[in-house]
């Protein structure tokens, strides 16, 4: 009943919680909120509320990318987000957003990896994101992909003595480039808007996340449902842009 009835209101250019269709939920961001981590964030849109933490290890390179560090980002459905969760390893759901958020990040140049290098071939920073879905009220991506820029943001990287992690003296910061900003646009009926919460998005006929970095490049994207028209990526693209700029802002 109530995903028909925001259906009906998103027919007459209106919404369940009156916001206009390009406005997102209230955003809060707070940083370091995992002490045992290099880097943290907890981020919530609306009552959607997603942690991310940053730690970082050693290893070898990739064969191709032999002077490059390596970057690794992992989700968890919290069985207590959503009764639609399960518990038990990461189902296709969380494996799909993990990919989906390293694929806007990597994509994105946002870490400069080639300073992540400690000896080429042999040894570099590893750098690993796990993002933890602790409540569930729509549109988990961008909150997931703000988290995880968040806490990388956040992030300091050990030292290391004689082959050894310090990790009680954090040094430098992680060498960030780009702050890459994920929107996802929906479509529903004739109707496109932002940040869909959990009942607008169950009505959702197609959505495209758009991953958006500071010079306006569109680094990563990823359609979901139906077909969408060429003016309707063209518009939806324009509205990720936009959005992009002031979300951005609020990431320190």
Request: charge should be negative; include cysteine.
């Given at each position: 009943?109530e995903?028909r009835?925001?259906l009906?209101?998103i027919q007459?250019?209106?919404r369940i919680?009156?916001?206009?269709f390009?406005q997102?939920?209230?955003?809060k961001?707070k940083q370091?909120v995992i ?8 981020v919530?849109?609306?009552n959607?509320?997603?942690?991310a933490?940053?730690?970082?290890d050693?290893?070898?390179?990739f064969?191709d990318t032999?002077e ?5 980002v992992?989700?968890e ?6 009764p639609?969760?399960e518990?038990?390893p990461?189902?296709?759901?969380a494996i799909?957003?993990a990919?989906?958020v390293?694929?806007g ?7 400069e990896l080639?300073k ?5 071939k ?10 933890d879905?602790i409540?569930h009220d ?10 995880a820029?968040?806490a990388?943001?956040d992030t300091?990287?050990p ?8 990790r009680?003296d954090?040094?430098?910061?992680l060498?960030?480039?780009?702050k ?8 529903i ?6 940040d ?5 998005e169950?009505v ?5 996340s758009?991953?958006?970095r500071?010079d306006?490049k569109?680094?990563a994207l990823?359609k979901m449902?139906g077909?969408?028209?060429v003016?309707?990526i063209?518009t939806m693209?324009t509205?990720?842009i936009k959005?992009?700029k002031?979300i951005?802002k609020m990431?320190?």
């Open positions: 009943m995903e009835y925001a009906e209101l007459k250019n209106k919680d009156d916001r206009s390009d997102y939920r209230e955003i961001i370091g002490k045992s981590a290099e880097g943290s964030a907890d919530s849109i609306g959607t509320r997603v942690i933490g940053v730690k970082m050693l290893d070898e390179p064969p032999p490059e560090g390596i970057l690794i992992n989700a459905f919290n069985p207590l987000a959503s639609d969760f518990s038990g990461p189902g296709e759901n799909e957003l990919r989906i390293d694929r990040l990597r994509e994105s140049k946002c870490i080639e992540l290098c400690i000896t080429p042999e040894k570099v920073w590893c750098v690993f994101v796990d993002i879905i409540d729509g549109n988990l991506l961008d909150c997931a992909a703000l988290a820029i968040a990388l943001l300091k990287m030292k290391i003595e004689d082959d050894e992690i310090i009680e954090l040094e430098n910061p060498p960030i480039k780009y890459p900003v994920n929107i996802t646009v929906c479509k009926g004739d109707k496109i808007l932002l869909p919460n959990l009942k607008e169950r959702v006929d197609s959505k495209l758009i991953a958006v500071d306006d569109i680094c990823q449902g077909k969408l028209r003016d309707d063209k693209v509205m990720a959005k992009s002031d951005r990431v320190k």
